[in-house]
């Protein structure tokens, strides 16, 4: 069995389980037994049955959303993209502040989401950002102590943390780092357009991101979406080459640096379609703090 597929067994509540057996009986699929069958628990999640109780209208009104974990809702926002996309030509993507144009990408879409450990990195991604950490750090600097704050959706402070972090700490916070950078653009990219990073904020970012002196003019000036594509993919890749051991969800990691836009242009539709609203339960308009 596919490890990735396990997985979805891990971030299931009792509650999610329920759901799934009762929305989508099967045999031998009672709730109790979910749990010891991933591969099922992935079917159930490309269930149309489960699509509606949990996105359906009748769902909405209900306020059934907010029943299940959000990591069910965004496991069963990720199938679904399977079937919006197998029946789309092309997707709008933006080319501006509100603006949309038509991209002919669907079959590269459609193969990302092809692989189940790149559908679980999609889910887990924003199951991470329904809560965000945010707080304090203390630093020495010129033989004095400062206190530093942080938050997640930063992610100019968050980078700033590396400069205080232990070597063993490095890995993770690149890749926290990329994974703020294909939220941002992902689910927020009207967002992140409207509020582009300045030349000094974006400079910073890339400094952080080791990228050669010689490139950052050019890159500082581009369109936010492409910078944080950029920075994205850079970050990825320098957890993948900063971990000491490198297992198989790290590998994944490096399979989304290489197809960022992708994994990008999934979120967007996703964010288009379900995640985002007046009513959403998951995710606020994101703010520096």
Known sequence: MDASVADYAEHLTEADLRLLSAVAPRPGAAAMHLGRDPAAIEELLADPRVFEAVFGPAAVAAGHAVLVSPFLAFGVAVHRAVIDL?????LPERSGLRQRVPVFDPPELRDFLGSAARRLFLAELLASFTRVASGRYRVRSGGRSRTRRFSELDPV????????????SRPGLYRRLGDVSLFLAGVFPDYSAAHALGPLDAGRLLRSARVPTAERDGLAAAPA??????????WYRAALAAAPVRT???AVVGEVAARFRQARRILNHLADRYLLGPDSPWFGQPGRG
Not at 86 to 90: A, V
């Open 157 to 168: 402070r968050l980078a700033e943390m590396l400069e205080a972090a232990p070597e063993e």
């Open 225 to 234: 979406l492409e910078l944080l594509e950029y920075l994205g993919a850079r």
């Open 86 to 90: 197998s029946g789309l030509d092309y």
């Open 248 to 250: 198989a969800n790290l």
